[in-house]
């Protein structure tokens, strides 16, 4: 659809393009969904994809330098 970008890569295409690739514009979408569910603004229920965690306790982690 855009002729001057023949004969290059799906890589070089996209950074001429300033586009995201397919993969990161799904994750960005499965974000998003995420959140509106979060918010309560989606169809989707959060509690019926995710099993929310009830544990209280902390877990700490030392680093050693």
Known sequence: ???DKN???YEDRLWCLRLWTL????NRQHLIEVFKMFREVSNSSLHKVFTLDTNSQVTRVIHAN
């Open 1 to 3: 659809m855009i002729s």
């Open 7 to 9: 004969g290059k890569t």
């Open 23 to 26: 993969e990161e514009r799904r």
